[in-house]
Structures are given as structure tokens and as C-alpha cells.
């Protein structure tokens, strides 16, 4: 058994055999993330940019903490972007899993009505929650691209990680994930997610 004191409370741990302490106490910093971002409410204002009608970006970026979701692909680079896909693993049995889905969902909703309300008219949205036949749902993902490179940090326990091309396919990884801009367009809403922090 691991017995060990984090941030003024007491963890057990049985059946711990090469377990390691200082992973657990970086999965519980994990938890305690999520937790608190799932508390929080979100409220921001659509702001129109000038010179295009089809941008429009929020006065404060929306963020949430994700659990740990599978990696369904390899991460590559395609026309100038990179998408993750990933998996809301075990929806169905795993309750931070329904509960995280939940709020995206929640999330989405709020956008797309703020969106409505501020052009006066009804369309429909584009959601980035899709599903492949014989899996569970996923959520895609953006990453940012800074000079043609991708703008994000890998946080590792062991800094074993260098880029994020090196994280494998069905990876279990935690993101902080963010909404800034809506792309409207065929009155059509696109609401993405975007990362720039991956924990491993």
C-alpha cells in the first residue's frame, strides 16, 4: 500500500506495486484541475472582427480541463493543421467521462444561442462531437500553429515527450481546452476546440 500526504489530505493506495508516488500525486494535481474547471461557469461576449463577416471571437476564451481521453489516431499534420480525435472513453460506465461530454454539450448550447442572439436569426451548428460505427463518441481538436509549427506544450511527468508528434496512438491524455472564434458561414456555426497544454 502507498501512504502518502497531498496537499493536507491523507491517500491510500492498495495493490501498488510498481506504482509510483510521484505519478500519482501528478494525476491527482490532474484531477483537482478538472474539478475546479468543471465548477466554473462560463460566460463571455461575442465581439464581430472588422472586415469579415464570417469571424467572430469571444471578449474571454472559454476553457475546460478534460479527463484523460484516448488518442484514436497518430497526430500528423495535414494542409497546413493538426486535429486530434478524442475518444470520451467509456461514456456509458464512467461518470467524470458523461460528465465531461455533458459539458461540452453544455458548452456548445451556450455558444451557438449567443451566437443566434447576436445576429437575430436562427441557424444550425456544426458540432465537433462526432462518432465513428462500434465506438464511442469523440471530440475533435485543434492545435494552434504558430509560423507553421505547432504551438503547444506537452506536459510529462518524466519530460520524456519532445513534440507532440511523439505521443502514440490510444494514448490516455488530459488537455485544457479552449473556444475562442465561431466561423459562420452558409449560416452554418462552427464553435472549435482548441489546445495549447497536453498532459500525459
Known amino acids: 500500500m502507498i501512504k502518502f500526504w497531498y496537499n493536507q489530505k491523507l491517500y491510500l493506495f492498495e495493490n501498488s506495486k510498481g506504482v509510483n ?3 500519482l500525486i501528478y494525476d491527482l ?3 483537482e484541475i478538472f474539478k475546479l474547471m468543471m465548477e466554473n ?3 463571455s461576449e461575442i465581439i464581430s472582427v472588422k472586415g469579415n463577416k464570417n469571424i467572430f471571437k469571444f471578449s474571454n476564451p472559454i476553457e475546460i480541463f478534460s479527463p484523460k481521453m484516448r488518442l484514436m489516431f497518430p497526430i500528423e499534420q ?3 493543421q493538426i486535429q486530434m480525435k478524442l475518444e470520451f472513453s467509456k461514456i456509458k460506465t464512467n461518470s467524470k467521462m458523461t460528465q465531461f461530454y455533458r459539458k461540452i454539450m453544455e458548452i456548445q448550447e451556450y455558444c451557438s444561442n449567443k451566437f443566434f442572439n447576436y445576429i437575430n436569426k436562427i441557424t444550425t451548428i456544426k458540432s465537433q462531437i462526432l462518432q465513428l460505427k462500434n465506438y464511442d463518441p469523440y471530440l475533435l ?7 507553421k509549427k505547432p504551438f503547444v506544450k506537452i506536459h510529462n511527468i518524466n519530460d520524456s515527450l519532445l513534440t507532440i508528434y511523439e505521443i502514440p496512438k490510444n ?6 481546452l479552449y473556444v475562442d472564434l465561431i466561423w459562420f458561414k452558409n449560416n452554418t456555426v462552427v464553435i472549435k476546440w482548441k489546445t495549447k497544454n497536453i498532459y500525459c
Open 21 to 23: 508516488q510521484y505519478n
Open 29 to 31: 494535481k490532474l484531477m
Open 41 to 43: 461557469n462560463f460566460t
Open 78 to 80: 495535414r494542409y497546413g
Open 141 to 147: 481538436v485543434k492545435i494552434p500553429m504558430l509560423n
Open 171 to 176: 494514448s490516455y491524455i488530459s488537455t485544457k
